[in-house]
T-cell receptor
Framework: NAGVTQTPKFRVLKTGQSMTLLCAQD?????MYWYRQDPGMGLRLIHY???????AKGEVPDGYNVSRLKKQNFLLGLESAAPSQTSVYFC????????????FGSGTRLTVV | AQSVTQLDSHVSVSEGTPVLLRCNYS??????LFWYVQHPNKGLQLLLK??????LVKGINGFEAEFKKSETSFHLTKPSAHMSDAAEYFC????????????FGSGTRLSIRP
């Protein structure tokens, strides 16, 4: 029972480098989300998807892109990393619009130097 | 506009004593409310949820929360704290009609004294 799996778990990038974070869920959930968690700020929504082939902007989308080519995968891309993107990133999925709660991955700790 | 306020950034209790983590929300519509727990270096785990059924909601590990519409509160309680309860707790409010209207509180760190 994997639930939501995020890879990698840790990464250090240099400013200007690019990378992709992968989120995979095996629960057949329609909705998927990417959040970032920063001290004292809770979780903030970066982008989300309401189904395969769809994406939408959340609260803090600048500097990130996403793709949902397959229902079970939701990719978060950083084209040119900046130190302000140092954070812990969480992926989540939900069956509906979140009425029944969300399942979270264990997070990716990203440091941009 | 929706918002959620966790009134305490840090709560410390002795093992075996009651726990109270406070959450107030603001929503123009009937919200869904959740409490999540995050242990160090882990993801978020759902403790309990309120989705317009019973106002007293029971969750995992002995936690419960009461939805009080008149007070716009959804406080989390537990009768007797255990050392394993030490973690960060997040109150979350969602607007049913929108996938993007998911608001997290800033979190309450719960410490348990032996």
């Amino acid at each position: 029972n994997a639930g939501v799996t995020q890879t990698p778990k840790f990464r250090v990038l240099k400013t200007g480098q690019s990378m992709t974070l992968l989120c995979a869920q095996d629960m057949n959930h329609e909705y998927m989300y990417w959040y970032r968690q920063d001290p004292g700020m809770g979780l903030r929504l970066i982008h989300y998807s309401v189904g395969e082939g769809t994406t939408a902007k959340g609260e803090v989308p600048d500097g990130y892109n996403v793709s949902r080519l397959k229902k079970q995968n939701f990719l978060l891309g950083l084209e040119s990393a900046a130190p302000s993107q140092t954070s812990v990133y969480f992926c989540a999925s939900s069956y509906s619009q979140g009425t029944y709660g969300y399942t979270f991955g264990s997070g990716t700790r990203l440091t941009v130097v | 506009a929706q918002s959620v306020t966790q009134l305490d950034s840090h709560v410390s209790v002795s093992e075996g004593t009651p726990v109270l983590l406070r959450c107030n929300y603001s929503s123009s519509y009937s919200p869904s409310l959740f409490w999540y727990v995050q242990h160090p270096n882990k993801g978020l785990q759902l403790l309990l949820k309120y989705t317009s059924a019973a106002t007293l909601v029971k969750g995992i590990n002995g936690f419960e929360a009461e939805f009080k519409k008149s007070e716009t509160s959804f406080h989390l309680t537990k009768p007797s704290a255990h050392m394993s309860d030490a973690a960060e707790y997040f109150c979350v409010v969602t607007l049913y009609s929108s996938a993007s209207k998911i608001i997290f509180g800033s979190g309450t760190r719960l410490s348990i004294r032996p």
